[in-house]
């Protein structure tokens, strides 16, 4: 049964036989194609799958973009108010990887990514029976998988 997964966890990754990953810029190029393991895709998959990981990629362009509006307006705000506009880099760094690993964990990134898969697949038409026949699980990363 082939499945299409974006970002996989890592317990995604560790039953995945193969993956697929795009690197994508916001003006809809694809800049590098990775495919690793030993599942075979067509062509017209591979486009599939490529046009998903604009959409991804516009998705998340945008919303880096709202996130760092959003932090520069904090930043004014602290400047306004006379406190330090700064935020220490290695406390950030060491918080998110905090935050990551918990979601990990505990599965609640899980959730999230869950949606975006199901989403994913709407946008991708689901897997024809005839290739899930064929080949066995794939697995992705950046912006789209398999």
């Given at each position: 049964?082939?499945?299409v997964?974006i970002?996989?966890?890592?317990?995604?990754?560790?039953?995945a036989?193969?993956?697929?990953?795009?690197?994508?810029?916001?003006h809809?190029?694809?800049?590098?194609?990775?495919k690793s393991?030993?599942i075979?895709l067509?062509?017209s998959?591979?486009?599939?799958?490529?046009?998903?990981?604009i959409?991804?990629?516009?998705k998340?362009t945008?919303?880096?973009?709202?996130?760092?509006?959003?932090?520069?307006?904090?930043?004014?705000?602290?400047?306004?108010?006379?406190e330090?506009?700064y935020?220490?880099?290695?406390a950030?760094?060491?918080?998110?990887i905090?935050?990551?690993?918990?979601?990990e964990?505990?599965?609640?990134?899980?959730?999230s990514?869950?949606?975006?898969?199901?989403?994913?697949?709407?946008?991708?038409?689901?897997?024809?029976?005839?290739?899930a026949?064929?080949?066995?699980?794939?697995?992705?990363?950046?912006?789209?998988?398999?």
């Amino acid at each position: 049964d082939v499945h299409v997964v974006i970002d996989p966890s890592r317990k995604e990754t560790s039953v995945a036989q193969g993956e697929i990953s795009f690197t994508v810029n916001k003006h809809k190029e694809i800049c590098a194609i990775h495919k690793s393991g030993g599942i075979p895709l067509r062509p017209s998959k591979i486009l599939k799958y490529a046009n998903a990981a604009i959409v991804q990629a516009q998705k998340l362009t945008a919303q880096l973009e709202k996130e760092l509006a959003r932090e520069e307006k904090e930043q004014q705000a602290r400047s306004r108010r006379g406190e330090s506009v700064y935020t220490n880099p290695a406390a950030a760094f060491v918080e998110n990887i905090s935050r990551v690993t918990q979601e990990e964990e505990t599965d609640v990134g899980g959730e999230s990514a869950a949606a975006a898969n199901d989403e994913m697949k709407d946008e991708l038409g689901g897997a024809d029976e005839k290739q899930a026949a064929e080949t066995p699980t794939e697995k992705g990363t950046t912006s789209t998988d398999k």
